[in-house]
């Protein structure tokens, strides 16, 4: 990442001032935001972190082990971590949010933070504050397909429907109730399922989703299935009998077409996050064992792309080698778009690369430039300073110092892509 | 791409003045230029980032429409592409042809330019001076094999044979029709087939062809296959019988092998431009449907460079993260040169990752920096700039800063790699 | 690679008052050094590179050719290759060693540094100060099985066991016999050569050993193998018969599982170079005919990363396109180490790109930044200094521009990742 200088220090904060809406988070609606510091460093991000830097995973993980006690134990073995950009989110929270100037969490200084976020935290208006100083105006959920969604407000806090437990994970009994009771639709084949998730489209859309997401292995290849080759396998699945390997493959690729065929029934957007292959470190800490096999391609997508041409893909990759591939294929495909920079790609380095390609070779309508894929708000404001960070130093370098291009020329492509691209895809008014 | 300072820019005006052989291009040298500005949009980058950005192919596509009509609709969407280099393409040929300074083409301006083009295209000098406005000496085509290459001056447009539609094509009845009637050979074997390429060997070489070309499928995999075994297969094919998948795909090998060997018996490089899939957006534009699969490797064409030590094998690669391979096998395999930046790598952010790692570690002498791969004259310029800026970047980077070389120096390596390899491999005085 | 400034420069030089412990080499304690320059030019780099420009093998590669004649021959193909950053590091020794600062070497002024360059190496303090101006300590060897450890200081060489002819090559008569030899062990099945692999961990480790190391190929597939499975195939390979291909793989998984199970009972870490296919060009100059495949991935090492939880893995991949799995792998799994950058990879642009993913991704406790891979001591100094001016553009733009660090605090990352994480992880005190 190139050094700010005055002229992408004046991009940045103009950039900051642009209102957001994250079409992507894991927020729940009904606690959005922190108690205290101990749910900022209970983030998955900092547990495997210190858990790959030596701390055993029962040291932090045990279930009787309280808050305060887990928060001092992850701020013993901070120190290993403190070069990572993860730590930075947590110094510039600290810095916005608390007024703590340190370099650094120590066992010596952390109390007083605590105390006082406990405290700031308590405030009615916490929410409030952090979504303005986040400069965030709505906030895009994935709920469970059988979320009653209701109890909050849906115009803050937007409904999406998270597809993945209905892809892959449809032979589970629990599933399998929770689509029924969901829906009231007894599923025994294939025409019950799909008045089911006709269902789903219907509750969801009638409470104001805006979007369907899913998150899909490496080696997942959508192609359309035959109703009648799959009839007899829903029907065994449903009486909870086993089906073989190629059998489970078949009915997820049905049920992920399916989907996408209720998406452009529906008029949703389906947004794709492509290449996590779960509980590959098996021993690892909660949510940090999922990993990747860089072996993967946009080319296994080309079937779905063809064949859905109304339905918006918004797609995110695991890896920046495969970004030239999003690029690309957004570049061709009009129904395929550039989503964000996710997870194990969501570091300043491969932002900056992905970013660079993707502002030179996509339509500026074809890409929507961040989400914060985050379970509390308060890390929405690290990552998106990160992101604007890079942003502004690529729009200074790339097109008003490389193409000439005044500055607020570079602002408005900014605005497209962190903004109003959000609002035309996702149909938000 | 770092911000042009004082260095690069003064490295970059005089890299300008060398003048170029352009190794690569669709240019047909009946009519080399384009007649409008509306030529200059209708170029399959535009048509196909438009159709990207939302216009329906068949407004732009519609057999009847007018050049000027076309290029109006065009205008409309133009906005939503501002940002990529292709658009900047536009612009600089803008400012440089038709001394038109504004941002950008819109509803309002276009059409002064419009007929600016169109008088100025119209001028018998026209083609000589798109030509020493870019710098280019000569023009390398990519002549389809039954070319009668003649009607032109070949010294200044140099033919090249390309073999897509004999190692791909060899089942089209038209396309055996074409082979027949440009050899006078009745092929319905191994050994009239055989006849049939040296034919057209023997008539390109003796036209002063330079090179021969072809582009291949990420999953090709060139082998060689022996003369008996595809004996029958060849047979069956001119008699109008199918062949079965794996059949077709020893044609392909024993064909590509066919070529390779004339290669080297008549002593002309073999340019490899690996891997594109056609028509994988099977509704996009003309020219705008072809894309990739990032899983590929050169490991693929081991056997092809050991087999031909004599054959030079100016390699292009789709994807920047294929480069590595590129920078490695050409490091190692004396056969085996970098050559240019392809299609959806040639974007200035990858030209500058590929660019870096090629000059950092592969000898000078086994790199050709650029070709246009222009179907029109016009689109040297701007590609050639495009490469020439980011060149000089990292000449004044990573060799007059980095490891502080003189300007002269640097400028010595810049024309080796422009200029006096693409000479030296094709053996061109 | 971004230009030096006066900040990185003040890095640069703090950075190498660091005293090293180089943690792979190639070295052969008992002829440490170069005898002259000739030894310099024959490093395969550069008979590779050369091989690569034009220079026919066998012109550098005759048994009868004196070392000075070889010399000269290299010589006069030298500017072709005076672009490469292998250039720079021979140039970088003469500046440092022989207080030579023309800018190449060239058939009229390379006698006068051979010359100055046999009398200073033929000094009894040459090799103790070579080590001083690299700024290295101790040296880790990579020593066949059979190696007796003896005849030289083990706290400067320290020991290392290599594993690839165990792994692949224990097919060979020759490797048998030396299996036998060195451990007095007559191998015949699963128990004896158990006995055998166990003989040679413990003479390694009571000579001081602190690391194993293999390079492997691109697809191989570490996965458990049954010992009662494998037992008639070891006793068929040891009487000289021959395996399956499947068998084969069967045998090699087998005997890289055992040498895992070692290292854990042993203690020692596993250095894992990950790939590397041998002989892919057949023709090349000695050690110039490795190449790989890009279609590799780290998933292929989940098993034994889950296996082996109290085994560290310090792992060096062929190609940046990998860096991102080497980055995602170590930052969740607490048994990989990010290990140096290796072979194609270790060029100034790669080295950058891959390092400051490390830096923002990794806990800065699981990062070894550097070793030489080197056969002669000699070639340390430029590629320790090639690496260590691109870690100190890092630090001053991604720590202490981006992120405000102080100097020193960068300088500490420094140090962590370039010598104290090399103490603790092969446990050297």
């Not at 504050?129 to 469970?144: Q, R």
């Not at 407000?153 to 029924?180: A, K, M, S």
């Not at 007894?186 to 859309?205: C, I, Q």
Request: aromatic fraction near 12%; proline fraction near 6%.
């Amino acid at each position: 990442m190139t050094p700010p200088d005055s002229l992408s220090e004046r991009l940045f904060n103009t950039l900051c001032s642009i209102p957001l809406i994250d079409p992507h988070t894991h927020i729940n609606p009904l606690s959005p935001h922190c108690e205290s510091l101990a749910d900022i460093l209970t983030y998955h991000y900092y547990t495997e972190l210190v858990h790959s830097a030596g701390m055993p995973r029962e040291v932090i993980e045990h279930p009787d082990l309280s808050a305060k006690e887990k928060l001092s134990r992850l701020i013993d073995f901070l120190d290993r971590i403190d070069n990572t950009i993860q730590h930075e989110w947590i110094m510039e929270m600290c810095r916005e949010f608390f007024d703590f100037h340190e370099d650094t969490l120590t066992p010596e200084n952390w109390e007083s933070v605590y105390d006082s976020s406990e405290k700031k935290m308590a405030s009615d208006s916490w929410e409030t504050s952090v979504l303005e100083t986040s400069g965030i105006e709505k906030v895009f959920l994935t709920n469970d397909f059988d979320d009653s969604l209701e109890g909050w407000d849906t115009q803050r806090y937007v409904p999406c429907l998270r597809c993945d437990d209905l892809v892959f994970h449809l032979t589970r009994p629990e599933v399998q109730g929770r689509l029924e009771h969901a829906t009231n639709v007894r599923v025994k084949d294939v025409p019950t399922f799909s008045m089911a998730v006709a269902s789903l489209f219907e509750h969801f859309t009638s409470h104001g989703a805006k979007a369907c997401a899913v998150s899909l292995p490496p080696d997942f290849l959508p192609i359309s299935q035959i109703p009648s080759d799959i009839d007899p396998l829903l029907q065994r699945l449903f009486i909870g009998k086993d089906l073989s390997e190629p059998e489970h493959r078949a009915v997820q690729q049905y049920v992920f077409w399916l989907l996408a065929l209720s998406c452009q029934e529906y008029n949703l957007p389906f947004q794709l996050m492509i290449g996590v292959h779960r509980q590959v470190y098996r021993r690892g800490v909660y949510q940090g064992q999922d990993l990747f096999d860089q072996q993967t391609s946009l080319f296994q997508f080309r079937e779905l792309f063809n064949a859905f041409p109304n339905v918006k893909f918004p797609i995110s990759v695991l890896t920046s080698s495969q970004n030239q591939e999003l690029v690309a294929y957004s570049w061709i495909f009009p129904n395929v778009y550039c989503f964000g920079h996710w997870w194990y790609s969501n570091v300043p380095t491969f932002i900056d690369r992905d970013e660079r390609a993707r502002l030179q070779a996509v339509p500026k309508t074809k890409q929507m430039g961040w989400y914060s894929d985050v379970y509390k708000l308060e890390f929405a404001l690290p990552k998106c300073h990160m992101y604007r960070r890079v942003l502004a130093n690529i729009l200074a370098e790339d097109f008003v110092l490389a193409r000439n291009w005044s500055e607020d020329r570079a602002i408005d492509l900014g605005k497209q892509i962190l903004r109003t691209n959000v609002e035309t895809v996702f149909d938000i008014r």
